[in-house]
């Protein structure tokens, strides 16, 4: 069922992609206006604009709703149990404080004091 229905959600992306290159821009539409004889083509005066919106927008939301259908089934997949492996409760699962091993911090070493630092006077650099 699962592959069905990726090969159906695959088929539509690429219908989506086709019909989206396919569709013409706002401004072709411009030379119907002053008669160039688009009322003779196959889809009418109208042109093929409508026919692909609307083909796009079908194949768009069979595409959202494959999307959601292959999104439920992935969580109900992750819900499965592996054969052989026993289930643990998430609260047996966490060792107790006791168990944790505690590795000893390093210390920086210290910084210099104001007594460590030696100071030179004018007088004495001369």
Known sequence: ???????????????????????????????????????????????SGSFFSRTTAIFAAIFFILSIVLAVMAKNHSKVAVKG??????????????????TPVQQAPAAPSASDVPVTTPEQSK
């Open 1 to 47: 069922m699962e592959k069905l229905v990726l090969i159906i959600h695959s088929i539509s992306a690429f219908l989506i992609i086709v019909l989206i290159l396919l569709q013409q821009g706002k401004g072709a539409a411009t030379g119907a206006s002053f008669g160039s004889g688009a009322s003779q083509t196959v889809f009418g005066s109208d042109g």
């Open 85 to 102: 492996l026993p289930v643990v409760p998430a609260a047996a699962q966490q060792a107790p404080a006791a168990q944790v091993p505690v």
